[in-house]
């Protein structure tokens, strides 16, 4: 079966540095998504990358896939309190199934 | 405006109860999810829907139920409720023909 592995699992970074999260999946990837979650909240649906070499990019996050689909990365540039919280990178392994696996998450602190 | 329900969301009841979470897109979305979020904040698919009458299990056992009456609505039933159900429960919701699978807010539950 498919599994996502994310790093680092938690991260902590002063306001207005840049930060990169990973997500290496152990099967080629037929969707990525990334998410970000409030904790006890829901998940706030941020890119979803589905082609070798895409990238996407939302304010100051930018996301890539690798040209293999087996990697992917989330990027953020200048860091603000607003971005803390937990990512998650959540994989549909069979295509446009809807049906996603999860890694564990990285807990993304930012000092102001 | 477009989006995803969920009520309640929070839930503390006794052993032995049956409960009802209810989830209701207004997206026009044909695939509906619920997902099992555990203390350690991975998530896990537990039933899927791709249309109406249309249920199946998830990848993580679980002893709830669902239905699929109406589009748009996709309650998830525990027929007696155990401290082992003490969970955040997220539902999710996506169409054939965007990837994009969008999360409600989520109900946490607690069973004493």
């Known amino acids: 079966s498919q599994e996502l592995e994310q790093s680092p699992q938690s991260l902590i970074v002063q306001e207005g540095k840049n930060l990169t999260i990973n997500c290496t999946s152990s099967?080629?990837?037929?969707?990525l998504y990334w998410y970000k979650q409030k904790y006890g909240e829901g998940l706030i649906f941020l890119m979803m990358?589905?082609?070798?070499?895409e990238e996407k990019s939302h304010e100051k996050i930018t996301a890539k896939l690798d040209e293999k689909k087996q990697q992917s990365s989330l990027h953020i540039t200048a860091s603000q309190p607003s971005h803390a919280g937990i990512y998650l990178c959540?994989?549909?392994?069979?295509?446009?199934?809807?049906?996603?696996?999860f890694g564990q998450g990285t807990t993304l602190q930012v000092k102001p | 405006e477009a989006d995803i329900y969920q009520t309640p969301r929070y839930l503390v009841i006794g052993t032995g109860k049956k409960i009802t979470l209810e989830c209701s897109q207004t997206?026009?979305?044909?695939?509906m999810y619920w997902y099992q979020q555990d203390p350690g904040m991975e998530l896990h698919l537990i039933h899927y829907?791709?249309?109406?009458?249309?249920?199946e299990k998830g990848d993580l056992s679980s002893e709830s139920t669902v239905s699929r009456i109406r589009t748009e609505h996709f309650p998830l039933t525990l027929e007696s409720a155990r401290p082992s159900h003490t969970s955040q429960y997220l539902c999710?919701?996506?169409?054939?023909?965007?990837?994009?699978?969008?999360f409600g807010p989520g109900t946490r539950l607690t069973v004493l």
């Open positions: 829907s791709y249309g109406v009458n249309s249920t």
């Open positions: 997206m026009g979305h044909d695939k």
């Open positions: 990358l589905q082609k070798g070499g």
């Open positions: 999710a919701s996506s169409d054939s023909w965007t990837p994009d699978v969008i």
């Open positions: 099967k080629t990837l037929y969707g």
């Open positions: 959540g994989a549909d392994g069979t295509g446009n199934t809807g049906k996603l696996i």
